[in-house]
């Protein structure tokens, strides 16, 4: 099921559909980066090109987690250690780069 959730994105207030779980995942990411979620929309609105908000933010979230779990493939880090904090900056530079 898809919540709509209104926020404010560079200035402007707007709505996106997501389903609960990319919405958890947001909220993580959040606390994780210590960022705001108004603040972070704004970055990947200014970084998604041609897409919608709310494929952008998905995307966002994909590879976000899939940098974090390449870290243990490579076995830089136990499982059982803290994940490793990315940079939301570094994510939207993989992003926009696909």
Do not use: H
């Not at 987690?65 to 994940?83: C, D, T």
Request: with cysteine; charged share 25%.
């Amino acid at each position: 099921m898809l919540l709509c959730k209104n926020v404010v994105v560079n200035g402007r207030r707007t709505s996106m559909r997501l389903d609960k779980e990319t919405w958890q995942a947001l909220s993580d990411i959040c606390k994780r980066e210590n960022i705001t979620l108004y603040k972070l929309c704004s970055l990947i609105d200014s970084s998604k090109g041609a897409s919608g908000l709310s494929s952008a933010t998905r995307l966002f979230v994909l590879t976000y987690y899939r940098r974090s779990l390449a870290k243990y493939e490579i076995g830089v880090k136990p499982v059982s250690q803290a994940a490793p904090s990315f940079r939301i900056e570094q994510v939207l530079n993989t992003v926009r780069g696909q």
